[in-house]
């Protein structure tokens, strides 16, 4: 309660692997003995970009990929299976953590904030495991958010990322930053849903490890994704009209507007800092 404030963060290792490497990359994650094999056989969630057919409008990276052989398209569901066995312990936790601030008598009165550092590839345009690319199954994580003023089964429109957990967090802590954050409260979005917004938010990604410092870049709208590689190859997506991104419209002259629009705004979130990041 407000007499006896507390924070609570609770990082789990699924569903991560043990980082046993093997020929082939990492392993797959290690599900609870009581979980194996309850999701055998699940398919794949790729879609049209599992094992993508045409990828001559990708990045040469992509295009040097094979298509997925029978024997590796097994091999990644396999993993597929583990990695959301693995999970089933996770919500396990949650729900215990639940039931612990409910016996304290203290749960009308807790957020709960739950979400996820990164997506994972399984297929998807050809890539096989991993998440340093800028494609929707390496970036979308859920935010699930409970709590006192936080609407029931409601599903809010703007975009957000993990940038904005801090400054929400102190928001509802009543607490000032002691610089100004680059994100924003999400406070506000509990009371009323204002629908998509034009916000934008960069893409940073060093796919050759932490050394690596020339690293990608990128912005995710509401209706877009672009990126700029280090190889100076662009992608650009309509995320409406092509959810999968396959179609890459990146040099494309009915594009062109947007394609400029959207580099000069990673340009601006690249230099930004503070309240400068949240001007558009």
């Known amino acids: 309660d407000a007499a006896d404030p507390f924070f609570l963060t609770v990082d789990y290792f699924a569903p991560h692997a043990d980082f046993a490497f093997t020929e082939d990359g990492l392993t797959p994650a290690t599900p609870a003995p009581r979980h194996l094999g309850a999701f055998e056989g699940e398919p794949l969630p790729g879609g049209a970009a599992l094992d993508e057919a045409d990828v001559g409008d990708k990045p040469e990276s992509i295009q040097e990929r094979p298509r997925l052989t029978d024997d590796v398209r097994a091999e990644i569901t396999d993993n597929y299976a583990r990695y959301l066995e693995s999970l089933l312990a996770v919500d396990e936790g949650v729900e215990r953590i639940i039931d612990a601030l409910d016996e304290a008598g203290v749960l009308d009165d807790t957020v709960v904030m739950f979400t996820s550092d990164n997506g994972y590839f399984f297929g998807e345009h050809r890539i096989q495991r991993g998440k340093e690319r800028f494609y929707e199954p390496s ?137 400068t990041c949240q001007a558009g």
């Open 139 to 275: 970036i979308a994580v859920p935010l699930l958010v409970r709590g006192p003023g936080v609407p029931r089964g409601e599903t809010r429109a703007p975009l957000v990322a993990n940038i904005d957990l801090a400054p929400t967090i102190l928001d509802l802590a009543g607490a000032r930053a002691l610089r100004p954050p680059d994100g924003q409260t999400l406070v506000p979005l509990f009371a009323a849903d204002p629908g998509p917004s034009d916000r934008a938010v960069l893409l940073e990604s060093a796919m050759g490890g932490p050394n690596d410092l020339v690293p990608d870049y990128g912005v995710r709208t509401a209706r877009y994704a672009y990126f700029e590689l280090r190889t100076g190859e662009r992608e650009l997506y309509d995320l409406v009209e092509d959810p999968d991104q396959l179609d890459n419209l990146a040099g494309d002259p009915a594009h062109a507007k947007v394609e400029a629009d959207l580099a000069e705004e990673t340009a601006r979130l690249k230099a930004c800092a503070g309240e």
